[in-house]
T-cell receptor
Framework: GQSLEQPSEVTAVEGAIVQINCTYQ??????LSWYQQHDGGAPTFLSY????GLEETGRFSSFLSRSDSYGYLLLQELQMKDSASYFC?????????FGAGTRLFVKA | EAEVAQSPRYKITEKSQAVAFWCDPI?????LYWYRQILGQGPELLVQ????????DSQLPKDRFSAERLKGVDSTLKIQPAELGDSAMYLC????????????FGPGTRLLVL
């Protein structure tokens, strides 16, 4: 089967750096994705790792270690608008499974 | 910029009634997904289409839920009869091939069953 674990909540201050971890179990791994979802909105794609290493997109970076079945999303220079839920999602075979989400609270 | 369209945005119904949701994916996207998201949880895949064929409906409650994508373009998800526990956000997403690449989500339909 497939399962993902990520922290339920993270709190950080504006301007800081925060890391959201994700560990997974899956059969037939394609890659690890990250999505952001604001309250009342739809998930939007942030980042994808198909290979080991770091992917950087502006203030957001994502890391994958396939041997450890582990990845993380790194958010730098936090802004109030980054307060949202962040989901890791694992693609295995033709199926993508989403984690339960990490709710990020950014404080002034 | 191309978007996934969904309607209605909100639906209130009474239990035992039938409801239907519609989704129009991004043009050219072969893969279409229907998810259910309960408040505070991640999206749960209900059904995945590759063109007009179902490739995964293992989590679809088939006694009351049905989904179709007759011409491999837009799709309809139906619930009959609706139950109180069906209250949730129903999200549609599409992707080009369905092999782990980016999924583009529509705005969702928020269903409330009374």
């Amino acid at each position: 089967g497939q399962s993902l674990e990520q922290p339920s909540e993270v709190t950080a201050v504006e301007g800081a750096i925060v890391q959201i971890n994700c560990t997974y179990q899956t059969s037939g791994f394609y890659g690890l994705s990250w999505y952001q979802q604001h309250d009342g909105g739809a998930p939007t794609f942030l980042s994808y790792n198909g290979l080991d290493g770091l992917e950087e997109t502006g203030r957001f970076s994502s890391f994958l270690s396939r041997s450890d079945s582990y990845g993380y999303l790194l958010l730098q220079e936090l802004q109030m608008k980054d307060s949202a839920s962040y989901f890791c999602a694992v693609a295995g075979g033709f199926k993508t499974i989403f984690g339960a989400g990490t709710r990020l609270f950014v404080k002034a | 910029e191309a978007e996934v369209a969904q309607s209605p945005r909100y639906k209130i119904t009474e239990k035992s009634q039938a409801v239907a949701f519609w989704c129009d994916p991004i043009s050219g996207h072969a893969t279409l997904y229907w998810y259910r998201q309960i408040l505070g949880q991640g999206p749960e895949l209900l059904v995945q289409f590759q063109d007009e064929s179902v490739v995964d409906d293992s989590q679809l409650p088939k006694d009351r839920f049905s989904a179709e994508r007759l011409k491999g373009v837009d799709s309809t998800l139906k619930i009959q009869p609706a139950e109180l526990g069906d209250s949730a956000m129903y999200l549609c997403a599409s992707s080009s091939m369905g092999q782990g690449e980016t999924q583009y989500f529509g705005p969702g339909t928020r269903l409330l069953v009374l």
